[in-house]
């Protein structure tokens, strides 16, 4: 088990590796730091869902030594979260700090993702041993069901749409996105300018598609 638990971090920790490689090579595409922010919110999800899906794997295989890899993929969701986190606060706001609070409060689905971030705090910080002895193993269990709501906060943004009979969208629903906040704030030094572009473009699509269908 532990050559296993050797692979298992060496695999876990390729991601990073292998991401920091192509963006300090200049692969990283047109926007490096999106090409950072984004792999690394895909990694904290994987490995987050990765370490729920161990105890249903042990119940229905019976194979009880993989309950010893749960605490290495639990604390690999909190590194990929934790880089995810600082990329957004060092290399994509620059510490703006008043900006970024209003951000927090405002935008939902930044406050989601804060919100799961810090309840990733407790869990990696009690992971050990030693903490499930201090807080007893039903105290232990109860904190540690908050990795549900992590996984909850970390799902991407979305866009549906609601169509008449004859196909004709009339209807678009943006979940876990707010791009009215880049129409209001476009203007401001310190928003980035990407989202204000993109979100200027879905909103000609929308009048466009009204004006032609």
Known sequence: MRIAKVLLFVLALSPAVSTGVLVLMGKGGANPIDTITDATGIWTLRFVLATLAVTPIRRLTGWNPIVRVRRMLGLFAFFYGLLHFLTWLVLDQFFAWDFILADIAKRPYITVGFTGFVLMIPLAITSTAGWIRRLGGRWWNRLHRLVYAT???????????????????????????????????????????????????????????????
């Open 151 to 213: 996984a909850v906060a970390g799902v991407e943004p979305r866009i549906m749409g609601i169509s008449d009979d004859k196909g004709r969208l009339m209807v678009v629903i943006t979940y876990n996105s707010d791009p009215g906040d880049a129409w209001e704030y476009e203007d401001a030094a310190c928003y980035p300018e990407k989202y204000a572009g993109q979100s200027y473009r879905l909103g000609l699509n929308f009048i466009i598609y009204a004006m032609t269908h």
